[in-house]
T-cell receptor, first 113, second 118 residues
């Protein structure tokens, strides 16, 4: 069964460093998402991506964040200059054209020191 | 504002007993409703959804949920719990009302930890 994959599973970085989180969505899906979950808090929407552009973003998704689908396969989330409060589990999700279900990857746990 | 409430942080149930995990929602228009489960160190796994039609929807692993529009609820149920059902359960909603535009984001509850005791 096809699934969403994410790498790395864990990332530790120093405050101010750039990180890139990678996701490989399900191959025939067209909508892509990033969510994050700070420990003990709700899952929060960050951004959605369709047709090679951002379709919606939350207030969290400020200028420090960017997304890209560079090669038609990977879907990446970049945080330019990480802050302590960026420490969270980051989930990627993808969704098919006529489906209403978002399928999630296993997540990347980011720790900013 | 759109929101999802899962009023119970934890639900404990004995194996073989029925279980209910509660969810209520608030959206401006009609909702699409979802349940996901998260096992330790795993991602969010889709269980079931309500889009339209029959208010009782059946999903994976014997779970079902009932959409109740008047009570704005979408409680998750299973007739007979298994120890292996122990996990974190999340309810999520997508607002498809006239003011929702083209957004497809999911709004999440805080999650309910289900513990099934042998």
């Amino acid at each position: 069964e096809p699934e969403v994959t994410q790498t790395p599973s864990h990332q530790v970085t120093q405050m101010g460093q750039e990180v890139i989180l990678r996701c490989v969505p399900i191959s025939n899906h067209l909508y892509f998402y990033w969510y994050r979950q700070i420990l003990g808090q709700k899952v929060e929407f960050l951004v959605s991506f369709y047709n090679n552009e951002i379709s919606e973003k939350s207030e969290i998704f400020d200028d420090q964040f960017s997304v890209e689908r560079p090669d038609g396969s990977n879907f990446t989330l970049k945080i330019r200059s990480t802050k302590l409060e960026d420490s969270a589990m980051y989930f990627c999700a993808s969704q098919g054209e006529r489906l209403e279900t978002q399928y999630f990857g296993p997540g990347t746990r980011l720790l900013v020191l | 504002a759109q929101s999802v409430a899962q009023p119970e942080d934890q639900v404990n149930v004995a194996e073989g007993n029925p279980l209910t995990v509660k969810c209520t929602y608030s959206v401006s228009g009609n909702p699409y409703l979802f349940w996901y489960v998260q096992y330790p160190n795993r991602g969010l796994q889709f269980l079931l959804k309500y889009i339209t039609g029959d208010n009782l929807v059946k999903g994976s692993y014997g779970f079902e949920a009932e959409f109740n529009k008047s009570q704005t609820s979408f409680h998750l149920k299973k007739p007979s719990a298994l120890v292996s059902d122990s996990a974190l359960y999340f309810c999520a909603v997508r607002d498809i009302g006239p003011n929702a535009g083209n957004n497809r984001k999911l709004i999440w509850g805080l999650g309910t930890s289900l513990a099934v005791n042998p």
